[in-house]
């Protein structure tokens, strides 16, 4: 196998804020693998408080690039486990490779990849459209520019009942709530039901993600969905997730790709959990991974490339929400000749 890579600082349409910080640009590691002449492409996002840059992932790479290049590649999975011991500190790194595996696999197969677990893709599922922090009268004019089914907003703040308030007075569309761990369980408890009352269709990461402790007393008590997002990044925190949240949100990026996804999948399923795959502002390479998931999860957000003012290639089109992949192999994207 041959391995290439390339990285990119990718501008936002508005600067992306969430209760942890605000940023302008996604700076993103796009990976190419190529195996008897068949290419397949990966990515993974750098997120600045997982402490993994793009430099990073480049330097890990180079350092046993002769070694992730030497492997008698057959299957995903078994890759998956080579690079997962290779790279044991680099699960972003991991992610781009395993993604760029899985689309070359599904190319050297010939298949779409959701074909691997379901012959139909379910186009019935809705993406939502992330509304992020800040002034009322702005979150509402990103609203109002981009009429969508669902949104997910993100919470936080001082104002949190007066922004969903304020928003519900524009749009009957459903409301998601990811306030990325900024409450505590008494500012969960008293928000919550009022959110509920405003149409709100469910909660991700309420608490700290080591607040085992506050979010049992929320699952007890919480009159709506709680999802799990910090507090479940790989395997082994799916069980941990039981009886603390109704559901888990699936990050490819921190999981370390397709293949560990799969099988959180299987294991939320195991415990009668609802599941979510999300996007960490991924361009349509990473987001098309997510895509194929979709004929086997409850809920899914990925709309990075609507957030992105620029995108590195296509693959599957937004239609009022709705998702319709490409029929071509792999992830069936294209990357874009233009990228500079």
């Given at each position: 196998m041959k391995i290439n890579y390339r990285s990119f600082s990718l501008p936002f349409k508005y600067p992306f804020t969430i209760s942890k910080g605000t940023k302008t640009h996604q700076p993103t590691l796009i990976v190419e693998l190529e195996h008897f002449g068949i290419k397949g492409y990966g990515e993974a996002p750098a997120?600045?408080?997982?402490?993994?840059?793009?430099?990073?992932?480049?330097?890990?790479?180079?350092q046993k690039k002769t070694f992730a290049e030497k492997f008698?590649?057959?299957?995903?999975?078994?890759?998956?486990?080579?690079?997962?011991?290779?790279?044991?500190?680099?699960?972003?790194?991991?992610?781009?490779?395993?993604?760029?595996a899985w689309d070359m696999y599904g190319k050297l197969k010939g298949?779409?990849?959701?074909?691997?677990?379901?012959?139909?893709?379910?186009?019935?599922?809705?993406?939502?459209?992330?509304?992020?922090?800040?002034?009322?009268?702005k979150m509402v004019e990103k609203m109002k520019e981009k009429p969508w089914p669902i949104y997910k907003i993100k919470l936080g703040t001082d104002q949190d009942i007066e922004i969903v308030t304020a928003l519900r007075k524009q749009t009957d569309a459903r409301f998601r709530i990811d306030a990325n761990a900024a409450w505590t369980a008494d500012e969960a408890?008293?928000?919550?039901?009022?959110?509920k009352d405003l149409g709100v269709e469910l909660i991700e990461q309420p608490l700290?993600?080591?607040?085992?402790?506050?979010?049992?007393?929320?699952?007890?008590?919480?009159?709506?969905?709680?999802?799990?997002d910090e507090s479940c990044v790989y395997e082994q925190d799916v069980e941990k997730c039981f009886h603390h949240f109704h559901g888990i949100n699936i990050k490819l990026t921190k999981c370390s790709g397709i293949t560990p996804a799969l099988?959180?999948?299987?294991?939320?399923?195991?415990?009668?959990?609802?599941?979510?795959?999300?996007?960490?502002?991924?361009?349509?390479?990473?987001?098309a991974a997510i895509v194929h998931l979709m004929p086997l999860i409850d809920y899914v957000d990925v709309d990075g490339p609507l957030l992105l003012s620029?995108?590195?290639a296509s693959g599957f089109t937004y239609q009022e929400g709705h998702i319709h992949p490409s029929t071509e192999n792999g992830l069936g994207i294209k990357m874009l000749e233009n990228i500079g």
């Open positions: 997120i600045s408080y997982y402490n993994i840059p793009v430099e990073k992932m480049i330097a890990d790479l180079e008698a590649f057959t299957e995903p999975d078994r890759y998956w486990h080579y690079l997962h011991h290779l790279f044991p500190q680099n699960h972003f790194l991991v992610c781009a490779l395993d993604i760029a298949k779409p990849l959701y074909k691997f677990w379901k012959e139909a893709f379910n186009d019935d599922m809705v993406t939502d459209y992330t509304i992020g922090i800040d002034t009322i009268e408890l008293e928000k919550i039901p009022r959110l700290a993600k080591d607040d085992w402790e506050g979010m049992k007393k929320l699952y007890e008590h919480s009159p709506l969905p709680l999802i799990a099988r959180m999948i299987t294991k939320a399923r195991e415990l009668d959990m609802k599941v979510m795959v999300g996007c960490m502002n991924e361009s349509t390479v990473g987001s620029q995108d590195l």
